[in-house]
């Protein structure tokens, strides 16, 4: 049997995902910390909550770093956990006022560096880019659908 070439385009398309992703971890640093990945999922829900469940699946965190991140994010303040009406098996994670308050205060940094990122893109290309990201996400992580759908974030001016 023939030993499969490394030269696949396969492993190249991993491999440039790889670089992306951490050429964007780095470009963001601190800003990018657990606690605002977990406060922008939650911010762009129309009822600014998610189930834990479903936060894990969208996070790109491990369970044990993300029951760290919402502990911290609970003490502070910025999140509760809600227990669910209907299944008490189920908890969500629930931004507050000042978790709200934190995330606006952050977003227009946030919101330059990533443009200053993605700019070397036209608007075409970036809706491209989107439409065959959530192709793959929707493949190799299908978890990460079930509550992907942002709703407007509303921040305001001025």
């Not at 834990?52 to 609970?74: E, K, N, Y």
């Not at 200053?116 to 192709?135: G, P, W, Y």
């Not at 793959?136 to 407007?152: G, H, I, M, Y």
């Amino acid at each position: 049997m023939a030993c499969p070439s490394l030269d696949d385009p396969r492993i190249t398309l991993a491999g440039l995902l790889f670089e992306v992703h951490d050429g964007l971890t780095t470009r963001l640093g601190a800003k990018r910390s657990p606690a605002t990945e977990v406060l922008i999922r939650l911010a762009r829900r129309p009822d600014r909550s998610l189930r834990m469940s479903d936060l894990a699946a969208q996070v790109t965190m491990s369970a044990s770093g993300l029951r760290r991140a919402i502990d911290r994010l609970v003490a502070a303040g910025a999140i509760a956990r809600v227990a669910c009406e209907y299944d008490r098996r189920v908890v969500h994670a629930r931004l507050t006022d000042r978790g709200q308050a934190q995330m606006e205060a952050m977003l227009p940094e946030h919101l330059r560096q990533l443009e200053d990122a993605f700019s070397v893109l036209t608007a075409t290309e970036r809706d491209q880019f989107e439409v065959l990201l959530r192709k793959l996400r929707d493949r190799v992580n299908p978890e990460a659908v079930q509550a992907s759908e942002p709703a407007p974030l509303h921040v305001p001016t001025g």
